[in-house]
């Protein structure tokens, strides 16, 4: 009879411990690696609070490039504004997952607040579920600002999902929380040049 009871209550436990495990794993976000574009979703602002490595900062910044460029340094997930005195502003990036990496160097085209989205046929393609067109708006997967660079699909934009930056997850665009785009945005005209370096494979 002991043994029977002993047998229920290891099978109670077992049953909540799998119970646990399920609900851990239905809360647990999602790897940014494996993310797709979440049409909709709109994060929390506490969500948007970066690790500090990511949140806007005054770096010290070697460069050749003039005061006012844009320098992408994709492999490092930073996003450089070069200032006066071997100074730049640094942001943190969410870049191009592999098979989606480019460089390059462009210069802003266009300007737009809260921008349109419509995505490409080939992520159509690739994720069916998306909508042909989404207006602007908090849960618009190009956020709150975009910087349209050349004449190419490419863009520096907003995101809602803050938790991808600092990986390679996007189609090929350059991705800052909102808050961190906005601040970007007022910072650049259009014509601003803009170099987006890959680091080269050893």
């Not at 910044?61 to 992408?72: A, M, Y």
């Amino acid at each position: 009879m002991i043994a029977h009871a002993l047998r229920q209550a290891g099978l109670v436990i077992g049953a909540l411990v799998a119970l646990g495990a399920a609900a851990l794993a239905q809360s647990a976000p999602l790897d940014p690696k494996y993310d797709l574009e979440r049409p909709g979703f709109v994060p929390d602002p506490m969500e948007e609070q970066l690790l500090p490595e990511y949140r806007p900062q005054p770096v010290y910044f070697r460069s050749n490039e003039p005061p006012g460029t844009i320098v992408v340094e994709t492999e490092d997930r930073f996003l450089y504004l070069v200032q006066d005195n071997k100074t730049a502003i640094r942001y943190g990036i969410g870049v191009g997952r592999e098979g989606f990496q480019w460089s390059g160097l462009l210069k802003i085209s266009r300007k737009q607040e809260w921008p349109d989205w419509r995505p490409p046929p080939e992520m159509i393609k690739r994720q069916p579920y998306l909508p042909r067109f989404m207006a602007g708006g908090p849960g618009n997967p190009l956020g709150a600002r975009a910087l349209y660079l050349g004449g190419t699909d490419y863009r520096i934009h907003g995101t809602n999902q803050p938790e991808t930056i600092g990986y390679a997850v996007s189609s090929g665009c350059i991705r800052l929380v909102n808050p961190d785009v906005i601040n970007l945005y007022d910072r650049v005209p259009v014509g601003t040049r803009v170099v987006v370096r890959q680091a080269p494979k050893l």
